[in-house]
């Protein structure tokens, strides 16, 4: 009962089992107790007071609002978000056959996502109704408040992304942004089911057990994203390679006959034309030869 002050938002509950309480001493009717030494604890049990219900109620008279509220944003938070995000990167329904059995992985996430904002709502109105609708005072209120309004956003967002996506078959700054509005609420909602915990005073194993549990979680989900990414990226480059491999194999192949036919083989026809230079050379020396010989022979005769 000392855990549920003002400081940290008055929520919670206790129980007094009047047929344990003891009498207050003289020096407490005097108020002459040293509370330095005070144990809550003991203190608690010696005037019968438990944050436990005392033995023999039924389980529905245990149940609290409180315990409701929890109860809500742990399966959305710890369960269902983090389910939606497995459900998107399975398969079944998307290989461009129809299949009435299985629904696209859209579909799946939409649905499980849908349900988890459910129940997220659910549980921040029940703790609303705890609080008396007043004006937030802890930092779990705070986050709270703010992550339900945030989840709005991101189901407008996500809407959109799939209206645009549709049209242009690619992301836009709506799809970045619906993706990570969407990891940072995830992430904030883990973190502000610690501080509920806490503030109703659950003891710091159960608070480190829950922890453990979303750290692995958040491990295992970004893990599982980044192997999908990568995957895809690869995919996409060996697919890229395929068809620049079946783009060269669909050109016709030339033999050296047909290179050598419709090569201009510049070297070659300067070689011809120094060739015809060479024999006109030849033949002019030959004339000139031939005319000097004859005019060697007339002269000898003379």
């Known amino acids: 009962m000392h855990r549920h002050h003002e400081g940290s938002g008055g929520f919670g509950g206790f129980w007094v089992d009047g047929g344990k309480a003891?009498?207050?001493?003289a020096e407490e009717v005097k108020g002459e107790v040293d509370w330095s030494s005070f144990d809550a604890k003991k203190e608690n049990e010696r005037v019968g007071t438990s944050d436990k219900a005392p033995g023999g109620r039924k389980w529905y008279r245990k149940w609290t609002w409180p315990k409701a509220h929890g109860l809500f944003m742990v399966l959305g938070f710890?369960?269902?978000?983090?389910?939606?995000?497995?459900?998107?990167?399975?398969?079944?329904?998307?290989?461009?056959?129809?299949?009435k059995k299985t629904s696209s992985p859209f579909k799946r996430h939409w649905r499980v996502q849908m349900a988890a904002t459910v129940f997220a709502v659910v549980g921040a109105v029940i703790g609303g109704a705890i609080s008396k609708w007043k004006m937030p005072k802890t930092v779990h209120q705070w986050m709270g408040a703010s992550i339900v309004l945030a989840l709005l956003i991101q189901a407008l967002l996500g809407w959109r992304h799939h209206m645009v996506f549709l049209r242009i078959k690619r992301r836009t700054w709506i799809s970045y942004a619906h993706?990570?509005?969407?990891?940072?609420?995830?992430?904030?909602?883990?973190v502000n089911i610690l501080f509920g915990m806490l503030?109703?005073?659950?003891?710091?194993?159960?608070?480190?057990?829950v922890g453990a549990i979303a750290a692995l979680e958040v491990v295992g989900i970004s893990y599982g994203v980044w192997r999908a990414q990568r995957k895809a990226e690869v995919e996409k480059q060996v697919a890229a390679l395929a068809l620049e491999v079946e783009g060269h194999a669909l050109m016709p192949r030339q033999s050296s006959e047909a290179r050598d036919y419709f090569a201009l083989d510049m070297s070659r026809d300067g070689s011809d034309d120094d060739?015809?230079?060479?024999?006109?050379?030849?033949?002019?020396?030959?004339?000139?030869?031939?005319?000097?010989?004859v005019k060697s022979s007339s002269d000898s005769k003379v």
């Open 22 to 25: 003891e009498a207050a001493s």
């Open 78 to 99: 710890l369960v269902l978000f983090p389910l939606g995000v497995v459900v998107l990167r399975m398969g079944g329904g998307g290989n461009g056959k129809k299949n």
């Open 179 to 190: 993706i990570w509005l969407g990891r940072a609420v995830v992430l904030a909602g883990l």
């Open 199 to 209: 503030l109703s005073g659950h003891d710091k194993s159960s608070v480190i057990f």
């Open 275 to 293: 060739d015809d230079d060479d024999d006109d050379d030849k033949e002019a020396l030959n004339k000139k030869s031939r005319g000097h010989d």
